[in-house]
């Protein structure tokens, strides 16, 4: 079964760090872009962060450019985001995604979203 599972979110203060994770099962990361959205309440969804899998490139929404760090490990087919310096403003829902060609096929695989909170 292809799983995203998430973890690694909570309640934490103003100026504070969370590292996300995702650890993938059933497929394995390598050759797949990562993407990381968040969803505040009342808000779209939106992309924030994004590495390419063909020469590890990486992008940053400017809200949180300077504070986040995307990243993965193949060896433990994991993905993270590390949350630094947090802000209320950065309190949402963080889903990551997977997504990548595997011959013809796209695949796009979603986790089921982690929780941060941030207080102020």
């Known amino acids: 079964e292809v799983q995203l599972q998430a973890s690694g979110g909570g309640l934490v203060q103003a100026g504070g760090s969370l590292r996300l994770s995702c650890v993938a099962s059933?497929?394995?990361?390598?050759?797949?872009?990562i993407v990381w959205f968040r969803q505040a309440p009342g808000k779209e969804r939106e992309g924030i962060s994004c590495i390419s899998s063909s020469d590890s490139m990486t992008y940053y929404h400017d809200s949180v450019k300077g504070r986040f760090a995307i990243s993965g490990d193949n060896a433990k087919n994991t993905v993270y985001l590390q949350v630094n310096s947090l802000k209320p403003e950065d309190t949402a829902v963080y889903y990551c995604n997977v997504r990548g060609y595997q011959g013809d096929t796209l695949h796009d695989y979603w986790g089921q979203g982690t929780q941060v909170t941030v207080s102020s």
């Open positions: 059933g497929f394995t990361v390598d050759n797949y872009d």
